[in-house]
């Protein structure tokens, strides 16, 4: 087989500093590759996603992506998203318009700049309400809590399944210790209120106050089934997309506010929300850790 010579960049994605957010391969021009040599290429890189950039298919558009993790492509996904669109306008992509307008699998994703900070709008869920009382009892049992530490719960599937659960601290949201065997097959969100931010709607927020990170409203946590076991994935925005617009419909959350996910396992990820337009935005700043080629 003969390979290409064909520009690479990976990116640390929800943060500013190297290292401290959830790294992304991004392949700058798939062309030409097969479905088996992308999933064989995400597999090797050993990260939690890989994108190959492409010709946009649909003329609105200004680049299509293709998103792999390992064993599967994703339709969508937030870091991918901002890392990839991070990654196209620092080798010089000139979008059409105001915004860039991402093509993948879920159609048309509208991307935004501001500032040093990039933000997605979000997709709509595909399944939202309640979940089912043997998933909540099931959650609470593979999360080692009580009845009374979830406050609500909700789908959040956007492309990947998430099922979100609403915990009535961080405290109780970092010292979660999930069992693997309890919760096969499931993508699991957490997240619970890091500091009082007022009163939203009728509802008053639940929480504690922290002396550190006085921005941070929510600790967010993502656990979902690997090769050996329960994964947690370090930063997560498809999953804040979706945990937006259930907490902010909701009423548990203001229509603008920060949450920081990946403390748990070493990083200091950092994710913006806004409600503005009628659409919620994801937004968070993307750094390049490593800038060259691949043989692909």
């Known amino acids: 087989m003969t390979r290409v010579r064909r520009a690479f960049k990976q990116v640390d994605v929800f943060s ?3 290292y401290l957010g959830n790294p992304l391969a991004v392949v700058l021009d798939g062309n030409g590759l097969s479905d088996a040599e992308m999933q064989q290429f995400t597999s090797w890189t050993n990260l939690s ?13 200004d680049y299509r992506v293709r998103i792999f993790c390992p064993g599967r492509e994703l339709p969508f996904a937030g870091h991918p998203t901002l890392g990839t669109c991070h990654a196209w306008l620092e080798a010089g992509g000139l979008p059409k318009g105001h915004t860039v307008v991402q093509e993948c699998g879920i159609g048309l994703v509208q991307i935004r700049r501001e500032g040093k ?11 939202d309400g309640h979940l089912d009382h043997a998933d909540v009892d099931l959650i609470t049992r593979g999360l080692g809590l009580n009845s009374g530490d979830i406050i609500d719960h909700a789908w959040c599937d956007n492309g990947p399944r998430w099922r979100g659960v609403l915990l009535r601290s961080a405290e109780l949201v970092l010292a979660l210790k999930p069992d693997a065997a309890i919760l096969a097959g499931l993508d699991i969100g957490v997240v619970g209120p890091r500091a009082k931010v007022g009163v939203v709607g009728q509802r008053a927020m ?4 922290t002396p550190v990170d006085a921005d941070v409203a929510f600790e967010v946590r993502a656990f979902f089934p690997g090769n050996n076991g329960m994964v947690e994935d370090p930063v997560t925005g498809s999953l804040n997309a979706a945990l937006a617009q259930w907490l902010i419909g909701a009423g548990h959350a203001p229509t603008k ?7 748990a396992v070493g990083r200091a990820g950092r994710v913006h929300i ?6 919620i935005w994801v937004g968070g700043e993307s750094v390049t850790c490593i800038d060259g080629h691949v043989q692909l």
């Open 16 to 18: 500013a500093e190297p």
């Open 49 to 61: 996603e890989a994108t190959f950039v492409l010709p946009p298919s649909n003329d609105l558009a």
């Open 117 to 127: 900070r990039l933000a997605f709008a979000a997709p709509p869920r595909r399944k």
């Open 206 to 209: 639940v929480g504690t106050l």
């Open 257 to 263: 506010y920060v949450a920081s996910q990946g403390t």
């Open 274 to 279: 806004e409600s503005a337009d009628g659409e």
